[in-house]
């Protein structure tokens, strides 16, 4: 990551610095709360270190790939997994599943990141590709994504009424919690997400339409800015500053208290 550029502040999570939040920050009631409207068995998954390349050694082999966590039988049990892995990434799967493993409904969410707009300094994802700086954002680029959600969250609510707003680390995720909206077909998301993207929107389609079905878990770390994925009221959002917002920032980076 030595040629990456990132807002102040934020910059990758060590092997202990993740052992740490995991351990003693990760809220497993919030995750509950999150997940208090679903039916059926949640799969998580987990990305050692793809982006970051920091990963047990034990893992060198599997650091980049995506690994599915199916087998737990309660919420601990994902935490005691994520502390095998030590993961740079943790997500959900938010397919659906009826008791035999089959697709039964999906839940739709719009993700808006760096990637998608392009930097009045820094330029498009192209030329940072053409550096090698692909996965690389500026403060501009923050705000640029978060006045992006605030539009598309308003433009959203013209359709849907139950929308949840998650700071993704280097973005934003809308999430539709609408019921009927979870038994949309996949040809309905993908026109939806045209639709979306043809007003202007500057959204990722393939986490809409639900070809990319895996996102960001809320309340985990996100290992390669060191922020926690945090659930934003909308109304929050104009003046909201993850840089600075202690709700998003890992006790290990906050500075210590003095105690005498
Ligand atoms: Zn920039």
């Known amino acids: 990551m030595n040629n990456y550029y990132l807002p102040r502040g934020m910059r990758p999570s060590t092997l202990d610095e993740r052992r740490i939040f995991y351990t003693s920050e990760f809220d497993l009631n919030r995750v509950r709360e999150w997940f208090s409207g679903w039916s059926g068995k949640i799969v998580f998954a987990v990305i050692i270190g793809r982006h970051t390349r920091i990963y047990p050694p034990e893992y060198e082999e599997d650091a980049s790939t995506t690994i599915l966590i199916e087998n737990y039988t309660s919420l601990e049990d994902i935490r005691e997994w994520i502390l095998e892995f030590l993961p740079e990434s943790v997500y959900y799967d938010r397919n659906i599943y009826d008791d035999q493993g089959c697709v039964i409904g999906q839940e739709m969410a719009f993700d808006l990141d760096p990637e998608n707009l392009t930097c009045p300094i820094h330029g498009s994802l192209e030329d940072k590709m053409r ?6 954002f500026c403060e501009i680029e923050l705000k640029m994504v978060k006045d992006e959600t605030i539009r598309l969250y308003d433009e959203l609510s013209k359709a849907f009424s139950n929308l949840k707003v998650v700071y993704s680390g280097r973005g934003f995720h809308i999430h539709v919690l609408d019921k009927d909206v979870f038994s949309w077909s996949r040809e309905k998301r993908g026109d939806f997400a045209r639709e979306v993207k043809n007003k202007g929107f500057m959204i990722d389609e393939w986490v809409t339409s639900g070809d990319m079905r895996l996102i960001r878990l809320p ?30 920032i890992p006790g290990f980076l906050k500075p210590k208290k003095i105690t005498s």
């Open 131 to 136: 550096r090698r700086q692909g996965l690389s």
């Open 219 to 248: 309340y985990s770390l996100h290992g390669m800015v060191s922020r926690i994925v945090m659930p934003i009221d909308a109304s929050e959002l104009i003046d909201f500053n993850p840089l600075e917002d202690e709700r998003c």
